[in-house]
């Protein structure tokens, strides 16, 4: 259970700074750090176990059929993840504090924050796939929230637009190849995939999931040629980029590659999709950084650059070159997010992210400086520091692997000159922003910042230091730990040590400092090269596309959508004539052996007057009234039919729905003409009526061919399990609150919203009142008659009685909560008609809303009480007691449940059925006034 506290309580989290928002910025910041730091203090708790090679799970049953559980796993990998997530999320907390001005909704930030923590926490720890799919989704989301926080910026915008439709488009990807998986293995268990490896690799939907899966990890971690949203989305806040862009949400794809590399590395596509990918994002990141003028631009570029480089890692294949990506991970997090918060302190105390305008910030903030500087020469691999040591091992496995045969000699060499930029565009960081000459055109002069806001970057350069000087100590357990969770197995010797003697990597790592500094000093002559190129935008390129995009598909939606119902039916019947018709055509005969049922007289009148309804509905519908009394008459024979079948419940449901429907129609025909014109040309006709045949025969072939085969029931096991599994005879209710109790809550839930969006619809609706029948005769004068209400009063404590009645023994004899909510929603709609609106509502006066939602929140908490019990969402309890009088009884909490539904059916139905009687109640038109 502390395993879901580590990931629950950034989700709880999550509301602290909205409980917090009128209290003091500092109080808020402070109370908002609480529980992820008590979260990091749970995950060092278990930091033994998992560097001790051990495998932690948590596992909370949801839907065990569909293989959906709450499932934890924390391993290295997960631990090393989260460790960045909670550490770097931590600082950039209080970073924030002094980064946010008096404007910035500190709260919401904070909130957006929390629940983006919380969405990474759940890719790395989730042990089921889908459940990893949706905290995956949750990072599109809660990012595009924090990519516009500044939401009156426009660059803002567009560039959380760009974001959200790459990723998401990629979390769709993902989202197959994840359930292709779950078909390959069996199992959505993380555990179950990663060992089915061999299996995975020699399917035929591999080459299939390997790019989908690949689609959805390079979209997130801004891979060529997905990159170019990353530099779009440095129109958010710093602590933003610091946090997502550095150190979690573009890691998320990494995490990926690194999470299934037991199961779908080790296959020359992988290689080659996964090595040329990272290979050419490497080069592309490290070039366009240098030409960068904005400071996080820059940063942007070297981001996915660095990216690329851990995917070249994960692609080649070898053991090593995993180890060594996963070191770069830590590396890249920790230079970079200080790198990050350093040019937000730049920004906040200059006003400036130019580096054409920022030159001598030496002299304005030294101490700011210093740190930048170390951070930015990790970054180009200066010895000493951690970026050389993980650089060391990458140029190392880039002149030991054979990924092109005989030119695998160009990747050493490929890889040199990405490090050669990455060393000139780190230089002009540090000499273009600190030296250089002086500021230009600031607006204000700089200085150093809080010494609080500095903190964070000082703790993670001083990490970079460590790290770089002393590796083994700092973080050889983790890196093993890490490691061993990516491999799946035995982790390969390496060597931590700084010094490894002369050797090619140091001759490498040699060149690319000396050269990346010539570049740098002579870089005028590289800059009017690249300025004599063509420039694109890419933010302009992509919403002309996405612009273009929505042209063509409104264009196709005007000609799908032309406002004619009898095309829109035309459409489904005729997919439902191919989809359903062409599977018939396989089939030799449709008589599959059963024998017929024999007909007789009963059966053949009921079956005779339900063909001669329906087909008088249709030749009378112009007619409405009367095509009402036909169709009230096919629901009559419907339920007849159900009460010959042995359907009681079946047929109690359609009666009383039959009577709610007829009422619902004949206080909507109030206000429609009683005859419709005929507008169908003959053409039309003969086509309407060919189409309907066809989907008659199609349908009612599919309905002998079922009929007459064999088939095995599921009945057999509700009858063998009503009674013991769920307390009661009547199998029917039996399913609906207990062993389909969740199928019922959504059925319920799906009718209050429905209820709730009439009520609005018709809410000050202008609807025109006739002032006399279809025949021009006027409405009698008389509104309430004395019989009819007289008869309404009479029948409304009987039918009450008979509600509860059935209420009461639907758990055992037919009926139940939906049936009992209609007999007393239509017994009280029989006295609005009756006695009118005004009348009833001057006795009666609920708010039927709130009977709605107390109904829902009645099944909800009954629902959510067998978890307290341990037990899953909505388990039913029963059991006999001795009362006095009354002698033996069963009480089932599916009793309760039942209460709710009867609750909402009633809510629902009046709220309904009152709303639209009450058009009819405000006045009585002596003309008919158009409206």
């Known amino acids: 259970m502390i395993l879901a506290w580590i990931l629950l309580l950034p989700l709880l989290g999550t509301l602290v700074p909205l409980l917090a928002a009128n209290w003091r910025r500092s109080a808020c910041a402070l109370a908002t750090a609480i529980p992820p730091a008590i979260a990091l203090m749970l995950l060092l708790y278990h930091g033994s176990a998992v560097f001790a090679g051990e495998t932690l799970r948590y596992t909370l049953g949801w839907i065990p059929l569909l293989g ?9 990998l997960a631990f090393l993840f989260s460790l960045l997530i909670l550490g770097i999320g931590l600082l950039i907390i209080l970073y924030a504090r002094y980064y946010l001005s008096e404007q910035d909704s500190m709260p919401r930030f904070y909130a957006y924050l929390m629940l983006f923590m919380t969405a990474m926490m759940g890719i790395v720890l989730s042990n ?31 560039g959380a637009r760009m974001a959200l439709a790459i990723t998401g488009a990629g979390g769709l990807c993902l989202l197959a190849a994840l359930l292709l998986l779950g078909q390959i293995t069996g199992s959505y268990d993380l555990d179950v995939i990663l060992a089915s490896g061999a299996v995975i690799r020699e399917h035929g939907w591999y080459p299939l999931v390997l790019v989908l899966f690949l689609l959805g990890c390079f979209t997130k971690s801004a891979q060529f040629p997905f990159h170019f949203w990353l530099p ?15 150190a979690t949400m573009v890691k998320a794809g990494i995490f990926l590659l690194a999470r299934f590399y037991p199961a779908m590395a080790g296959t020359d596509l992988w290689f080659l999709l996964v090595s040329i990918t990272g290979l050419t994002t490497l080069l592309v990141g490290a070039y366009l950084a240098l030409f960068k003028h904005d400071l996080k631009g820059l940063l942007a570029y070297s981001t996915i650059s660095h990216l690329g480089l851990i995917t070249l890692l994960f692609g080649m294949g070898t053991d090593l070159a995993a180890v060594a990506g996963v070191f770069h991970i830590i590396n890249h997090a920790t230079f970079k997010a200080s790198l990050f918060m350093a040019a937000g302190i730049i920004d906040h105390e200059s ?164 050269a990346g500094s010539l570049i740098y000093i002579n870089r005028k002559h590289l800059f009017d090269f690249q300025n004599t190129l063509p420039g694109v935008d890419a933010l302009t390129a992509f919403e002309q596309l996405m612009a273009a995009l929505a042209k063509r598909c409104q264009q196709f939606y005007n000609w799908l959508d032309n406002g004619s119902l009898q095309r829109y039916m035309v459409f489904v019947l005729l997919a439902i004539i191919v989809l359903a018709g ?35 509905t249709v ?80 349908i009612g072939s599919i309905s002998y061919a079922i009929m007459t085969r064999p088939f095995n029931t599921i009945s057999d096991y509700f009858l063998a399990n009503a009674k013991t599994g769920g307390g009661g005879t009547n199998v029917v209710n039996v399913i609906l609150v207990d062993f389909r109790g969740f199928d019922t809550m959504g059925e319920i839930a799906v009718l209050g919203i429905a209820a709730l969006g009439i009520f609005k619809l018709l809410t000050r609706i202008p609807v025109f ?30 039918a009450l009685m008979v509600s509860v009645f059935i209420f009461f023994r639907g758990h055992n004899l037919p009926g139940g909560g939906f049936i009992a909510g209609l007999i007393t929603a239509v017994a009280i ?62 009480l089932a909490s599916a009793i309760a449940f039942d209460l709710g539904v009867y609750i909402t059916v009633v809510g629902a139905t009046l709220l309904i059925l009152a709303s639209l009687g009450k058009m009819t109640t405000s006045h009585r038109p002596t003309h008919q006034e158009p409206t």
């Not at 029948?773 to 019989?787: F, K, S, T, Y």
Request: glycine share 6%; charged share 15%.
């Open 351 to 514: 006003g400036s992210r130019d580096m054409r305008k920022l030159n001598g910030l030496w002299h304005f903030m030294p101490i700011t400086a210093t740190l930048a500087m170390v951070a930015a020469a990790a970054m180009a691999g200066v010895p000493l520091l951690n970026g050389f040591l993980s650089k060391e091992m990458f140029f190392a496995e880039t002149l030991h692997q054979h990924l092109l045969g005989s030119l695998s000699w160009i990747i050493p060499v490929l890889a040199t000159i990405a490090a050669i930029f990455s060393v000139a565009y780190s230089m002009r960081f540090i000499h273009d922003v600190f030296f250089n000459g002086k500021p230009k055109g600031l607006t204000k002069t700089p200085h150093e910042p809080p010494r609080y806001m500095r903190m964070p970057v000082e703790v993670l350069v001083v990490l970079c230091i460590l790290v770089g000087v002393a590796p083994g100590y700092v973080i050889g357990d983790l890196l093993q730990a890490a490691s061993f969770s990516v491999l799946g197995g035995t982790v390969p010797e390496y060597s931590l040590a700084i010094w490894h003697g002369f050797n090619l990597p140091l001759l490498m790592s040699v060149v690319a400092l000396a």
């Open 582 to 616: 062409a599977p018939l055509l396989e089939l030799d005969t449709l008589f599959g052996g059963r024998p017929e049922l024999p007909v007789d007289a009963v059966n053949a009148t009921g079956a005779a007057m339900l063909l001669i309804s329906a087909f008088a």
């Open 68 to 76: 959906l559980d709450i499932s934890i796993r924390l391993d290295g």
């Open 232 to 246: 779009n989305a440095m129109a958010a806040p710093t602590p933003v980029s610091a946090y997502l862009h550095s």
């Open 829 to 890: 709609i029989l006295l609005y008609i009756s006695q009118g609106v005004d009348w009833v509502k001057a006795r009666m006066n609920i708010e039927y809303q709130r009977v709605v939602a107390i109904g829902l929140l009645i099944a909800l908490l009954t629902g959510l009480a067998s978890l307290l019990f341990n037990r899953p969402f909505l388990t039913s309890w029963f059991d006999y007691f001795k009362l006095p009088l009354f002698g033996e009884i069963e």
């Open 769 to 798: 009142k006739p002032s006399s029948d279809g025949e021009g005769r006027p409405w009698a004068r008389e509104r309430h008659p004395l019989l009819l209400a007289t008869v309404a009063q009479s029948i409304l404590p009987m």
């Open 619 to 698: 030749v009378f519908h112009r007619q409405r009234v009367v095509a009402l009394l036909m169709i009230s008459v096919v629901g009559l024979m419907v339920s007849i039919a159900f009460t010959r079948f042995s359907a009681p419940d079946l047929a109690l449901t359609q009666l009383s729905v039959e009577v709610v429907t007829i009422i619902l129609l004949m206080l909507a025909l109030f206000f429609l003409p009683h005859k419709t014109p005929k507008q169908s040309s003959p053409t039309r006709v003969l086509r309407d009526i060919g189409l309907a045949s066809m989907v008659g025969v199609v």
């Open 128 to 158: 089921n796939v889908l459940q990893l799919w949706m905290f995956w989704e949750l990072t599109s989301i809660s990012s595009f929230l924090l990519i516009s926080f500044w939401w009156h910026k426009s660059e803002a915008r567009r």
